[in-house]
């Protein structure tokens, strides 16, 4: 039973457009999220979090907007850029960023020139 | 600062042969994770340690997985004997004491022929 789904396996996005990525989690525990990016073969880099006590979350071009109550979260990317072009997985967690992450199974981002 | 080193980087071996991998953590993380990442999917915690303490291996199939981090720096996973199904990335992870995100390496791309 998957407890984070990104349901959308990809998405294409001009650049300077925005993107926006969606993830939606079913486990009332989770109260941390994050987004990792991840290029072919590398490990997942860290991207951005939040908190379940906020829901917005802004570092630079890089916004996270948490819903608890439809446990919807998403990633918004503005402007979008030709590097931004990766898989990015969104990650739960219950009790902190140092415990156990449950990953969702990653959406690829193209940004076209 | 030098990120997670793992090693090897690829690693193909016959069925019912054993393989190991190897991970140092980041310089002063005293949490040490290993990931198991199909084709498709998201990482998956196979198990966590703090320090020397293996606090989380639920997710361990301790059949024919096992892992060690005896100085509780760097780590060995091991899997003995290796089955068809074992074809995947294994990613190390850590994170520090202040309880920050976790840190990914570069990941062991396994092939079990």
């Known amino acids: 039973d998957q407890q984070v789904k990104q349901n959308s396996p990809s998405l294409s996005v001009q650049e300077g457009r925005i993107s926006i990525l969606n993830c939606d989690y079913t486990n009332s525990m989770f109260d941390y999220f994050l987004w990792y990016k991840k290029y072919p073969a590398e490990g997942p880099t860290f991207l951005i979090s939040?908190?379940?006590?906020?829901d917005k979350n802004e570092d630079g071009r890089f916004t996270v907007f948490l819903n608890k109550s439809a446990k919807h979260l998403s990633l918004h990317i503005v402007p979008s850029q030709p590097g931004d072009s990766a898989v990015y997985f969104c990650?739960?967690?219950?009790?902190?960023?140092?415990?156990?992450?449950?990953f969702g199974k990653g959406i690829t981002l193209s940004v076209r020139p | 600062e030098a990120g997670v080193v793992q090693s090897p980087r690829y690693k193909i071996i016959e069925k019912k042969q054993p393989v190991a991998f190897w991970c140092n953590p980041i310089?002063?993380?005293?949490?040490l994770y290993w990931y198991l990442q199909n084709l498709g999917q998201g990482p998956e915690l196979l198990i966590r340690?703090?320090?020397?303490?293996?606090?989380?291996d639920s997710q361990l199939p301790k059949d024919r997985f096992s892992a060690e981090r005896l100085k509780g720096v760097d780590s060995t996973l091991k899997i003995q004997p290796a089955e068809l199904g074992d074809s995947a990335v294994y990613l190390c992870?850590?994170?520090?004491?202040?309880?920050?995100?976790?840190?990914f390496g570069p990941g062991t791309r396994l092939t079990v022929l």
């Open positions: 990650a739960a967690s219950a009790t902190g960023a140092n415990s156990k992450l449950t």
């Open positions: 939040i908190s379940s006590i906020k």
């Open positions: 310089s002063g993380h005293n949490t």
């Open positions: 340690y703090e320090n020397e303490e293996a606090v989380d």
């Open positions: 992870a850590s994170s520090g004491p202040w309880g920050g995100e976790q840190f």
